[in-house]
């Protein structure tokens, strides 16, 4: 398929994997920002073609991984009062809040819809004048426009109807918590392509002369990654600290202006709680004041909510790259997308989640036949 | 799917335009949908005499019996309805374990005010899918459910179908070694309705791929094919044939990604909603599980869009699970999904 499969070339892979195998040197730890690009690298298997000094961290770019339990609390209380037309990203629906989900609300007869997009959301607001109609706006610096555009139309169109339950967080500050523990392992990073394609990565570059840390803009094609890869290694083997833009079919510098002219007008930047991780400062979007009387946690006053994570999760040390998802003890065991017990088992992008789908196997070994069988589905 | 305009067959006129809670009372209303709707599309002999039940001669051979029941939004999607769905959803659970399907039952859940026309559209649909599959429909139902309680129309439908071959085909009969056979490309018919539901327009349309698999079945029965399993791909797709017959099976399975065929519109449609194609809805598509000596001759059997997509392998070689090779030459899980797929959010 055009502008798909010649991402997807096997022998350019193999390539890749060659040239990077031939700089590395020593071993290295680098970090790919984005779930998307988690998802493709164990789909794909993409960290199997690396040498092994090389080894891949999964960061926190999972939007529905880091929405906080509060917000999800918040969702549920307000898709469970009548009158209220409640609409989500598909996703969302199944992460559990502190004892409930949007997919459980749905069935108590709360009108929850999935929607593709905020406009879709708004064009049920318009034609729904009786209900409330609320969108769930989550996720990163990639959807924050969309959701900005929305907002901005319900007011100029005094859609009064609508409002939006804002949970935007945005990937620098978050990779300048990673950077900045003392924990932290990373020494490279692959940064989100699509963040990038918004925000432009002016934003990196005082980042990688602070921590000395090579930055790559990388796509989420498996020979993107494997570019990107590729280009991160050059740097820590030659021990430079750069920005780089792999995905320049896509990425500017300056990104795109009229996007995010949009996002300064429509959202402020506000401290925002990260599931798992806790509160990082001036690390979210909220609305800015012209457009408060757009927020739906104000609107159905919910915006008091306290919620506890569950003690046997690890996902904040998941998505710091502090752990990888076999070396909780609930893995697959007392944690299954089927019954998870954080959000990086919930969502596709999640590291856990891609881990259960793809690789269960491999932390099960090749067991003799039948031993493994009740585990694979438990 | 038949055109609702189609000159050489009007609808039929009834007293009311739409569905009335009458039409399931068991009386004159009823008499009245039967007559006109049903028996003029479905007629046959073991169906006219309109009995409690169809009494039907004795086949020569073991019995296959199913049941399956038929929900979809939209009602009408591009390839097919919930009409073709009902008669070949059926026939195609009777062919998967071999048999020849003969006889099918059809209940409706209608939905008070129903415009009769969409029923008539959906009836004739379903006679024009059993004609195609060679089945007849020998008895039925309708009961009306309160507006607002149901879905437009909900078809319930039982086969009964003979099996003419001495086989057991099933997952206990899967074998190391045996080879996987796909008969085409996958993911249609779920994006086709995907698509429709949601207003989703694509630069080339997608089209259901439904249709009644009894046919590529005898063809490979009687191509003297030692057809081990058989499994049609509905809700789950390939991913759900696959695994729950590797879970009944406890053997391993190894799938080459490549040799599955999924059109560029389907993947394109897969991107963008963020779907695994593998785990996209069929209703045309099927499985065989035949001896690795066998393979390319019920390849070409089953037609040009068959491939051999995998194989079965030993126990004891890796845990009972479905690995995929992909294109990278790397490997991954097969995985049923939780619940239904959700699209992501970016």
Redesign the interface.
């Known amino acids: 398929?055009k502008y798909?499969d010649e991402y997807?070339d096997?022998p350019t892979?193999?390539k890749y994997a060659k040239a990077i195998a031939r700089e590395t040197t020593r071993p290295w730890t680098i970090m790919e920002v984005c779930g998307?690009q988690t998802h493709a690298i164990?789909?794909?298997?993409?960290d199997?073609?690396l040498p092994p000094q090389i080894s891949l961290l999964h960061g926190p770019g999972c939007?529905?991984c880091v929405t906080p339990l509060e917000v999800l609390d918040q969702a549920v209380a307000i898709a469970s009062r009548p009158g209220v037309i409640f609409c989500s990203?598909?996703?969302?629906?199944?992460v559990p809040g502190s004892e409930s989900d949007l997919?459980q609300v749905k069935s108590n007869g709360g009108d929850v819809r999935?929607v593709?997009s905020p406009m879709d959301a708004l064009r049920i607001a318009r034609e729904n004048p009786g209900k409330e109609v609320v969108f769930l706006a989550?996720?990163?610096e990639?959807?924050a426009p969309a959701n900005a555009m929305a907002v901005h139309r319900a007011k100029e169109e005094g859609i009064a109807n609508f409002s939006v339950l804002v949970s935007h967080v945005l990937v620098p500050p978050a990779m300048e918590a990673i950077l900045g523990s003392h924990q932290n392992r990373v020494q490279g990073f692959l940064a989100a392509g699509?963040v990038c394609t918004i925000m432009g990565y002016t934003e990196y570059e005082p980042l990688a002369r602070k921590y000395h840390v090579p930055i790559v803009v990388t796509g989420f094609e498996?020979l993107d990654i494997l570019q990107g890869v590729y280009l991160c290694v050059r740097q820590l083997e030659e021990g430079r600290a750069e920005v780089e833009n792999q995905y320049s079919r896509s990425v500017r510098r300056e990104g795109n202006r009229p996007a995010q002219e949009l996002l300064t007008r429509v959202f402020t930047v506000v401290p925002r709680k990260w599931r798992g991780i806790g509160e990082i400062p001036a690390s979210g979007l909220g609305l800015a004041p012209p457009y408060a009387a757009f927020d739906a946690a104000r609107r159905f006053r919910v915006d008091d909510r306290h919620a506890e994570e569950n003690p046997d999760c690890i996902s904040g040390l998941v998505l710091q790259g502090i752990k990888k998802p076999q070396e909780c003890p609930a893995f697959g065991t007392k944690c299954t997308?089927?019954h998870p017990l954080g959000a990086t088992m919930v969502?596709?992008?999640g590291a856990c989640a891609a881990y259960?789908?793809?690789?269960?196997?491999a932390s099960?070994g090749?067991?003799?036949?039948?031993a493994?069988?009740g585990g694979?589905?438990s | 799917m038949i055109d609702e305009f189609a000159l050489q067959c009007p609808m039929p006129l009834t007293d009311n335009p739409t569905i009335q809670m009458g039409h399931g009372g068991g009386g004159r209303m009823t008499r009245d949908l039967v007559e006109k709707v049903f028996l003029p599309v479905f007629g046959n002999d073991l169906l006219a005499p309109l009995h409690d039940g169809a009494i039907l001669p004795r086949p020569g051979g073991r019995l296959a019996f199913t049941t399956d029941s038929f929900v979809v939004r939209p009602l009408f999607f591009r390839g097919g309805d919930v009409g073709t769905l009902a008669v070949n959803g059926t026939v195609n659970d009777l062919a998967m374990c071999g048999a020849r399907p003969l006889y099918l039952s059809a209940g409706f859940l209608l939905e008070e005010g129903l415009p009769i026309k969409d029923l008539w559209r959906v009836v004739r649909s379903m006679g024009a899918a059993a004609a195609a599959a060679g089945v007849r429909i020998v008895t039925g139902d309708t009961k009306v459910v309160d507006r607002g309680h149901g879905d437009g129309i909900f078809i319930n439908t039982a086969g009964v179908g003979v099996i003419e071959t001495s086989l057991t085909v099933g997952p206990m009969s899967v074998r190391p070694g045996d080879s996987i056979v796909l008969n085409g490309d996958i993911g249609r018919h779920g994006i086709a309705v995907m698509a429709e539901r949601e207003g989703l327009q694509f630069e080339s349309e997608i089209s259901s791929d439904c249709a009644p698999l009894f046919g590529p079945v005898q063809s490979l029965l009687e191509g003297g094919i030692e057809v081990h399993c058989l499994r049609d791909l509905t809700r789950g797709g390939l991913t759900a044939a696959l695994v729950e017959i590797c879970e009944s099976a406890r053997l391993p399975m190894r799938v080459e990604e490549e040799a599955v065929g999924v059109r560029d519109e389907v993947r394109g449609a897969c991107e963008i909603l963020g779907l695994e194609p593998f785990s996209v809805a069929n209703e045309g598509r099927f499985v065989a599980f035949v001896p690795a000596r066998q393979a390319e001759a019920a390849r070409q059997l089953l037609g040009p869009e068959a491939s051999v997509i995998g194989s079965v392998e030993p126990p004891g070689t890796s845990p009972p699970m479905v690995e995929v090779r992909t294109a990278l030459g790397t490997t991954r899980l097969l995985d049923l999904p939780s619940g239904e797929q959700l699209p992501r959010i970016c």
Do not use: C, N, Q, W
């Open positions: 398929m798909l997807r096997a892979a193999r998307g164990v789909r794909f298997g993409i199997t073609l939007p529905v990203f598909g996703d969302m629906l199944r997919f999935i593709y989550v996720g990163f990639t959807t699509h498996p997308p089927l969502s596709s992008e259960y789908k793809y690789r269960r196997h099960m090749s067991a003799p036949p039948g493994t069988a694979a589905s």
